[in-house]
């Protein structure tokens, strides 16, 4: 067996039981190791089905083992579940490139799931830092301020973060 003596030289300095109690633990390991994820995937799955069920989105599917991305037609929309995909960073830098980038990165993100307008912003807000961070913290306070309320739409933020990190002189070239 393979496994025992990837690890170095020692494995082979063992005489013949020691070699075959080392291969029965490493096997015994492997399959005690197996079980416990497949513990853990079953968990999983009822928590995700638990969660989508209070959503009003139903998931199937077997975690173990290598599944594609399960895929679901949801109100004439084609929504991919149980796929993970990352919000891009935003850090607010002074490149409108940059900022068109990651809006357009993660509207990508967007019509991959199926998000609320408000869990859209959430979604959007959490992975912004340092000067986008600051920015947006300023942003929601001098609203709740001036206008009693927050942004809560991605259309609106979208938009006031437009207006923040891209001039109105600026024109984006197709690349």
């Avoid at 079980?35 to 009822?46: A, I, Q, T």
């Avoid at 290598?66 to 084609?78: F, I």
């Avoid at 959490?126 to 739409?153: C, H, P």
């Amino acid at each position: 067996m393979a496994g025992a003596g990837d690890g170095g030289g020692d494995y082979h300095q063992l005489d013949g039981p020691q070699r075959l109690l080392l291969d029965a633990m490493t096997t015994q390991m492997r399959r005690l190791l197996n079980r416990n994820n497949e513990e853990l995937y079953g968990r999983m799955e009822d928590l995700e089905n638990q969660l989508n069920q209070n959503t009003g989105r139903h998931y199937s599917g077997n975690r173990v083992g290598n599944v594609g991305p399960r895929q679901h037609r949801m109100e004439g929309q084609n929504i991919i579940e149980g796929v993970k995909l990352n919000v891009p960073p935003f850090k607010g830098r002074s490149d409108p490139d940059a900022y068109l980038d990651w809006e357009m990165k993660i509207e990508h993100v967007f019509s991959c799931n199926d998000y609320t307008k408000e869990q859209k912003v959430k979604l959007a807000a959490a992975e912004f830092s340092n000067y986008a961070l600051v920015w947006w913290n300023k942003n929601q306070r001098e609203m709740m301020r001036e206008e009693g309320r927050e942004i809560d739409t991605w259309t609106e933020m979208r938009r006031v973060m437009r207006k923040r990190f891209v001039p109105t002189s600026y024109s984006r070239s197709m690349r």
